[in-house]
Every structure is written in C-alpha cells, then in structure tokens.
C-alpha cells in the first residue's frame, strides 16, 4: 500500500547541488517519521538525514552542514537539498518511512523504503 518514489539524482560534478525528491503515496508524510538513507557502492547503509512528525529535523554526523531535510505536506513530499556535493556523497539515496508516534531517529527500524535514487558526484 504504502510506496515511497524518490527522483532527482543523476551526475554531478563536486561542488554541485542536487534536491532528491520522495512522493509518498498511501500514506502521508505529515503522520510518518520521514528519513533519507544512502549507501556509497562497498559500503554499509548510513543514515542522512530525519524529519520526525513534529517537524524536528536531524542528521547523521556525515551530512551535517550540506544537507537539509523538508517536507510539503500539501504535495505528500519529502525533500533532501544537498550542498556542495563531493565524491564522498556518491551512492544510492533511499527514501524511508516509519509509522511510529513515538521513536523517530536513524537509529529506528523503518517501515517502508523507496527503490532509491543514484547520485553519482565526480571531481
């Protein structure tokens, strides 16, 4: 029921910008803890950035600073502007869902995930 289509990534040169995309449909984004993940190619799934239901935003210690999490609610969206990208963002960006009212951080066991969205920075 619950899909998560994230869009916006492609090829960029270091120092770039990109803003990834997540439309969210059987469900809604204002009622969902809402999180992006990546995954750079050999490497474990880290945790980007989370927006809880409240509004309260955090992000993992390698995306502080570049990165900006937010939502539309009126277009069901979630949104990851990343900032001056280097080769170290390359990777897969998953959108991620978690129903729950009461934990909501990266640490949190997600519901729902997107099929992702490749960012692929080159120097």
């Known amino acids: 029921q619950v899909q998560l289509l994230e869009s916006g990534g492609g090829s960029v040169q270091a120092g770039g910008s990109l803003k990834l995309s997540c439309a969210v449909s059987?469900?809604?984004?204002?009622?969902?803890?809402m999180a992006w993940f990546r995954q750079a190619p050999g490497k474990e799934r880290e945790g980007v950035a989370v927006?809880?239901?409240?509004?309260?935003?955090n992000y993992g210690v390698s995306a502080k600073g570049r990165f900006t999490i937010s939502r539309d609610n009126a277009k069901n969206s979630l949104y990851l502007q990343i900032d001056t990208l280097s080769p170290e963002d390359t990777g897969v960006y998953y959108c991620?869902?978690?129903?729950?009212?009461?934990?909501?951080?990266?640490?949190?066991?997600?519901?729902?995930w997107g099929q992702g969205t490749q960012v692929t920075v080159s120097s």
């Open positions: 059987g469900t809604t984004v204002r009622n969902n803890c």
């Open positions: 927006l809880t239901q409240s509004g309260t935003t």
């Open positions: 991620a869902a978690r129903r729950s009212y009461t934990a909501c951080s990266l640490g949190s066991v997600f519901d729902d």
